[in-house]
Structures are given as structure tokens and as C-alpha cells.
């Protein structure tokens, strides 16, 4: 079989929800739910044997509900969260749950939980984020560089960030903040940040994406102000952030700090409204920022925005895609416009990845069933072919003629797969082989890709 040939497994189920066993560095392992509404549902452990091409899997009962989300701790390969269904009183709610996989679930020992062992192979339930008073989740997120005790879940139009104790058989409310507008606001995704010492996390609802700041989370916000003194830049209806975006701010607006960098010192320099004395004419704007928020984008995407990702060596660029089929590439300290924009898919996008180790390479999935690996060379951390900061490409006036000459390659597709027959809900790449990775379609087909092998070559040599 060639090298670059992809690897195909075909779940008994629907699927929508995958995850690398993130804590597991040695092995090429992925977790996959199942969607079933007549069947027990079902996590299918699955793991690859690069050498020979061959996939050995472990199934787990998932017995509560249809799975609609999945997540790893960064910190215990045994412990996972899922966002999962449940109909109670006639209404249908997700909820949120944190498991620890049966010890002897490593993959090849049992074929199906339908075989005399099946019970032990269900998991063991650990904690319930409760989520009664905030309505239905939407995801569950480890803190990436942590020792696996603090998870964020989005639910409706809260985000929550909670503390796992006692071997996380006990999940704590540390604190929490609400989105608040007219109509019916709810998170749609969110990822927690591996930069800032873990104190950043970008959520996404509706066309908008926001920063948070985790260490001042609060449900109260800052209004936006109307001016009728005699600032007339900003006598029109304001948020908060828009002169940080011009970075020129007038007397009217006190300077704080949000918990990030700006440039190679100081912090992200966002403004906290001060009415002068004596004005008034308080009213609350379209994308008011609360203390916590470290950023806004207002119209990030045409039509919904459906997933977020983190440059895993730059800092301040996130990626986020959606509905209006183009992944947006953006740099968080001035969020006017996207660095890059990717328009390679011809239907909603749904997931958006960077690769763990080369920041280049970027992992897309769409409903209109395609996988694209793109080379964002131009926006990533080695655009020269070595790892290059921030402060460096700043710096042109000390580069030598023959480094002015040089030009960076040019953004590309790399290759486009097209082994899925019905929508891609979920790609990701592996935690122990930056070079391989897994696309979900909602069929039940998981595929195993490799990047090709000219590329891994080129980027390495």
C-alpha cells in the first residue's frame, strides 16, 4: 500500500464529533462519537499502526445520549468530556459530562460492547457540569497547557469556566460571564488559548468572534457611549473597542489593561469607557465589549460562525470559519480586517485546524464534503523556512540586501480529499504524528490522511 494512501474506517452509526487523545503522545489515537437516537451511542477508540497501515479500535458505550461534541484532557489519557443530548419534561437539552475511560480500553482487545464484556466497557461517569440555570451546551474546552483540573463550557449565551476536583469527580463554578444583546445570542464554538499563560479563550456566535479574558470574567458589561461634549471623533454611537482599533484614543476613554501583549511589550491596549462629568447619553451598542472581553469582531463572517482555532506559535492569530465558506485568518491585535481570507470551499465550513508543531499548514472541513489542506506560509511562524517572531519581520531596516531579495513561497492549496460522500463535520490533527491526521463525515466515515510526503521534506529540510 503507498504511503500517502488514505485509511478508511466505517462506524456502524452517525458521527459528528472527534477528538486526538490529546494526552497521548506515543500512540496515533483518535475518539470518535456516535449519534444514534433508536441505539446505545457509542466512543470508538481508535487507533492507527502507521507502520502497517491498520486501524485497531476499542467501542465504549456512551449510553446517555447522542454525542454531539467531544474533547480530551490535555493531561489524562483515561479522561474525556462529551456534550451529549437529553429530553426531559418533552424538551430536548444538551448537557455536559466529564468520563473516565475502563483502564483495559486500549484498543484491540474487544471487537463491540455487544460481546459478554460490554459492561465493562461503558464509561465511568466522573462529574455532570451542571448546566440547569444556563441552558444547553455547545462545547466543552481544557485549559491546553494545564494539568487537566479547569475546563470551559459554552452554554446558550454563558460561558463557565470550571475547576475539577477530587480527581475530577467534582466540577466547581470558579466563575462565569454572559453575552448580552437583543435577541437569543448563543456561543457557537470557543477554544481556549495556549498563549497568555492560559488566561485567553475566543468564543464565536452568531457572525461575531470575541476574546476572553479567564481571570476576570464577570456578567457585567461595559455600555458604549454616545458623546455630545467636544470630542467629535467619537460623537457617534461607539464601542469600546473602536479606538483601540484606531489606537487613538481621546481624553474620554481610561486606559486598562485585558491580559495581553501589545507588540513585543505591554499589554493589548483596550479602553474601558469614563464619561466626562456632567455627560450623558448612555446606550448600549451593537458589540459592547465587558471587562473580561480582550477583543470583538463584529461581522467576522458573512453568515455564522462555526468554528475557531489558534496559531499554535503565533500568539496573537486565530483562524475561525463558517457558514458564508471562507476560514479567516486574523491577528487579534488589530481585528479591522483579516489578515488572510481562504474561499476554497463551496459550502459551510465547519471545522478549522492549524497543525500542532508546522503553523503552516491548516486542516479545513466542509458540508460540501471535502477536506483541504492548505500552506498558509505567509502568515505562519516560518515564512522564510525557518521559525521567524513577530519582532523580526517588524524589523526591515536591519535585514541585509540578499535577505530583502529573498521572498517568502506563496500560499497554497496543498491537496484537496475527497474520500467523504456526505458532510464533514470534524477534522483534526494527530497528537503524536504532526504529520497525520483524521476527517469525520456525519456517515460514520473516519479517514486517515498523511500530509504528503514532497511537503513533509521540503518543510523539514
Known sequence: MEDDAPVIYGLEFQARALTPQTAETD??????????????????????????????????????????????????????????????????????AVWRM?????????????????????????????NTTHGSMACVTWEPTGDGKRVISLADNHILLWDLQESS???????????????????????WSPHHNGTQVATANDTAVRGWDTRSMRSSRWPALIFQGPCQSHSLRRSPMCCWRSRSPCHHWERHQVGA????????????PRAPAGQAGVTPAPCAVSRSQTYCIENAHGQLVRDLDFNPNKQY????????CKVKFWDTRDVTEPVKTLEEHSHWVWNVRYNHSHDQLVLTGSSDSRVILSNMVSIS??????????????????????????????DSVIATYEEHEDSVYAVDWSSADPWLFA???????????????????????
Open 27 to 96: 500512540a496515533i489515537r483518535f475518539l470518535v462519537g456516535t449519534q444514534s437516537l433508536k441505539y446505545d451511542n457509542q466512543i470508538h477508540i481508535i487507533d492507527f499502526d502507521d507502520e502497517n497501515n491498520i486501524i485497531n479500535k476499542n467501542v465504549l458505550l456512551h449510553q446517555v445520549g447522542e454525542i454531539w461534541h467531544i474533547s480530551a484532557s490535555p493531561a489524562d489519557k483515561g479522561v474525556l468530556a462529551t456534550c451529549y443530548n437529553k429530553t426531559s419534561d418533552s424538551k430536548v437539552l444538551t448537557c455536559a
Open 102 to 130: 475502563p483502564e483495559d480500553s486500549e484498543p484491540g482487545g474487544h471487537e463491540s460492547p455487544d460481546d459478554s464484556a460490554s459492561t465493562a466497557h461503558t464509561l465511568e461517569l466522573l462529574c455532570h457540569l451542571d
Open 169 to 191: 469527580s467534582q466540577a466547581v463554578l470558579a466563575s462565569s460571564a454572559s453575552l448580552e444583546g437583543k435577541g437569543q445570542l448563543k456561543f457557537t464554538s470557543g477554544r
Open 261 to 272: 501583549r501589545l507588540g513585543s511589550a505591554g499589554t493589548h491596549r483596550g479602553w474601558a
Open 317 to 324: 492569530y486565530l483562524a475561525s470559519c463558517g457558514d458564508d
Open 381 to 410: 511562524s516560518e515564512p522564510f523556512g525557518h521559525l521567524v517572531d513577530d519582532d523580526d519581520l517588524s524589523d526591515q531596516e536591519e535585514r541585509r540586501p540578499e535577505e530583502k531579495s529573498q521572498e517568502p513561497p506563496q
Open 439 to 461: 476527517s469525520l463525515s456525519y456517515d460514520g466515515r473516519l479517514v486517515i490522511n498523511r500530509v504528503p510526503r514532497a511537503l513533509k521534506y521540503h518543510i523539514l529540510l
